[in-house]
């Protein structure tokens, strides 16, 4: 699914000092981890001014080299919608889909829950609910074939398994990671609708980068053209900052305040004429912005809406270099960890995916798809690496790589000492005491940490347990 946690979530932690001595008795090797002294906040290796990219871009090189420039990350991100199976090309879409191909994308995704599940006062979840979930997914009612239908997204929105808001968990007394939250879709995203619920209040959708359930309030319907052209506009503005907000207005409420997070893109209304007022504001001082609105009647009309200039926005996406990487990153530094972007916020790859999107820089929406993605640069290790490849790896990492292990993913920022650090969005972190104690503590945010310290589990370490290193930053050979 998403960041995928979801089938054995573990909470990690950090509360004391790793000692070097520690991992040459337990016979790793001397370069493993630096030793550290534990600072009153408990994160081993970590003191305020580690936590600012300020920190980490002032020990690179070269920090506004450009990695990829424009041309290079079309070329890229075209090449990957054509051998990632996991994106969509919505302009490729058939303009019918026959019953067989609606069914499968549905069964893909919609599959009966295989174990027990909980609601958020621990309660199981009775079967017949379930049954009614399956119920609600009308697959007898697709016809042989259907005309593809098309819609912008009018507000963040929640991608569901189940056309349900109903939350569902696997353990009792834990409500943070929703089994039936898959991601989130925001304001202008296009998405192909190919499936109604039974009662008539979800559309199952095939957006760019996912397939699932959306609630039809969040989905204003237009036509092909007037659909896909939107996401292609210009001039535009790219949202760079966490997330912005169009202005307040009572004169269009479905406007105002609009939260718009890192890497949406909207277009400007450049002819708008200058002294003509907007919802109700001089626009002097904003952009005049085009957004969609959803229509009574659930039809799609475009409107004017402004975002201050003053907002954490750019009017392109912005260079691949090393120190963007490191200011979009920590732009999330300390938000609360969103399981499929519950919370508002994001989770792992989430994280990782929206600030590579601010630069311009297409991802696959899971950590499993992204690890594997034939459409980037990967290094794969199996059984055949040995814990010193594994060690030599790590140390050869470079600003902006994603280091994965089972359900996780890391960004790559830089060493200290020879030790490299990560920044990612973790439910927490562990590892070893001097004594060999085992030691956790939660976070549940955006998080700095040294790498080759941190416990997989009683026995292994990340290290011992990556499976893959991403390179987004590097053009994939076609």
Same mark, same amino acid.
């Not at 939250?181 to 190919?194: D, H, K, T």
């Not at 003509?276 to 809406?305: E, F």
């Not at 630069?359 to 290094?379: E, K």
């Given at each position: 699914?998403?960041?995928?946690?979801?089938?054995?979530?573990?909470?990690?932690?950090?509360?004391?000092?790793?000692?070097?001595?520690?991992?040459?008795?337990?016979?790793?090797?001397?370069?493993?981890?630096?030793?550290?002294?534990?600072?009153?906040?408990?994160?081993?290796?970590?003191?305020?001014?580690?936590?600012?990219?300020?920190?980490?871009?002032?020990?690179?090189?070269?920090?506004?080299?450009?990695?990829?420039?424009?041309?290079?990350?079309?070329?890229?991100?075209?090449?990957?919608?054509?051998?990632?199976?996991?994106?969509?090309?919505?302009?490729?879409?058939?303009?019918?889909?026959?019953?067989?191909?609606?069914?499968?994308?549905?069964?893909a995704l919609s599959e009966r829950p295989s174990h027990e599940l909980f609601d958020v006062d621990g309660k199981p979840i009775p079967a017949k609910t379930i049954a009614a979930l399956i119920d609600d997914l009308a697959l007898s009612a697709i016809?042989?074939?259907?005309?593809?239908? %098309?819609?912008?997204? !009018?507000?963040?929105?929640? #991608? =569901?398994?189940?056309?349900? @808001? /109903? &939350?569902?968990?696997?353990?009792?007394?834990?409500?943070?990671?929703?089994?039936?939250?898959?991601?989130?879709?925001?304001?202008?995203?296009?998405?192909?609708?190919?499936?109604?619920?039974?009662?008539?209040?979800?559309?199952?959708?095939?957006?760019?980068?996912?397939?699932?359930?959306?609630?039809?309030?969040?989905?204003?319907?237009?036509?092909?053209?007037?659909?896909?052209?939107?996401?292609?506009?210009?001039?535009?503005?790219?949202?760079?900052?966490?997330?912005?907000?169009?202005?307040?207005?009572?004169?269009?409420?479905?406007?105002?305040?609009?939260?718009?997070?890192?890497?949406?893109?909207?277009?400007?209304?450049?002819?708008?004429?200058?002294?003509?007022?907007?919802?109700?504001?001089?626009? %002097?001082?904003?952009? !005049?912005?085009?957004?969609? #609105? =959803?229509?009574?009647?659930? @039809? /799609? &009309?475009?409107?004017?809406?402004?975002?201050?200039?003053?907002?954490?926005?750019?009017?392109?996406?912005?260079?691949?270099?090393?120190?963007?990487?490191?200011?979009?990153?920590?732009?999330?530094?300390?938000?609360?960890?969103?399981?499929?972007?519950?919370?508002?916020?994001?989770?792992?790859?989430?994280?990782?995916?929206?600030?590579?999107?601010?630069?311009?820089?297409?991802?696959?929406?899971?950590?499993?798809?992204?690890?594997?993605?034939?459409?980037?640069?990967?290094?794969?290790?199996?059984?055949?690496?040995?814990?010193?490849?594994?060690?030599?790896?790590?140390?050869?990492?470079?600003?902006?790589?994603?280091?994965?292990?089972?359900?996780?993913?890391?960004?790559?920022?830089?060493?200290?000492?020879?030790?490299?650090? !990560?920044?990612?969005?973790?439910?927490?972190?562990?590892?070893?005491?001097?004594?060999?104690?085992?030691?956790?503590?939660?976070?549940?945010?955006?998080?700095?940490?040294?790498?080759?310290?941190?416990?997989?589990?009683?026995?292994?370490?990340?290290?011992?347990?990556?499976?893959?290193?991403?390179?987004?930053?590097?053009?994939?050979?076609?």
């Open positions: 699914m998403t960041c995928t946690t979801k089938p054995g979530r573990t909470a990690f932690s950090v509360v004391a000092a790793i000692l070097a001595a520690w991992f040459v008795c337990a016979g790793a090797d001397a370069r493993e981890s630096t030793a550290f002294d534990a600072p009153a906040h408990g994160v081993i290796g970590i003191d305020a001014p580690q936590l600012t990219p300020e920190f980490w871009i002032a020990r690179l090189a070269e920090p506004d080299k450009v990695l990829l420039d424009a041309e290079q990350i079309r070329a890229r991100n075209a090449h990957l919608l054509q051998v990632d199976a996991t994106m969509h090309d919505l302009r490729a879409l058939p303009s019918t889909l026959s019953r067989k191909q609606i069914a499968e994308k549905i069964h016809p042989e074939t259907q005309t593809t239908r %098309y819609g912008l997204v !009018v507000q963040r929105a929640d #991608l =569901r398994t189940f056309p349900t @808001a /109903l &939350r569902v968990f696997s353990t009792r007394g834990d409500t943070d990671i929703d089994r039936f939250q898959e991601s989130a879709l925001f304001p202008g995203a296009p998405v192909a609708m190919i499936h109604q619920s039974g009662d008539g209040l979800w559309w199952f959708v095939i957006s760019p980068r996912y397939a699932a359930w959306v609630e039809k309030k969040y989905v204003a319907e237009g036509a092909v053209a007037q659909v896909l052209d939107y996401a292609e506009r210009s001039p535009y503005r790219i949202v760079t900052g966490a997330n912005v907000a169009t202005v307040f207005t009572p004169e269009q409420p479905a406007l105002s305040q609009l939260r718009l997070d890192m890497s949406v893109r909207v277009p400007l209304l450049t002819d708008w004429p200058a002294a003509q007022i907007v919802n109700g504001q001089h626009p %002097y001082t904003s952009h !005049v912005i085009q957004l969609p #609105l =959803r229509g009574d009647d659930g @039809a /799609l &009309r475009l409107a004017p809406a402004l975002l201050q200039k003053n907002a954490d926005t750019s009017a392109d996406y912005l260079p691949l270099t090393q120190a963007n990487i490191l200011r979009q990153a920590f732009k999330f530094l300390g938000e609360r960890y969103g399981w499929g972007h519950a919370y508002g916020a994001r989770d792992c790859s989430g994280f990782v995916s929206d600030v590579y999107r601010s630069m311009g820089v297409d991802m696959p929406r899971n950590t499993r798809d992204q690890s594997v993605s034939p459409g980037l640069d990967h290094r794969l290790f199996g059984a055949k690496d040995d814990r010193a490849a594994r060690l030599a790896a790590a140390h050869s990492l470079q600003v902006g790589d994603l280091v994965y292990i089972p359900g996780h993913v890391m960004m790559a920022i830089g060493s200290i000492d020879g030790e490299p650090y !990560v920044i990612h969005d973790t439910s927490g972190l562990s590892y070893r005491l001097r004594d060999g104690a085992k030691v956790h503590v939660d976070l549940n945010e955006v998080s700095v940490s040294p790498l080759t310290p941190l416990l997989f589990n009683d026995k292994q370490t990340y290290i011992d347990r990556m499976t893959s290193i991403v390179r987004p930053t590097k053009a994939q050979t076609q």
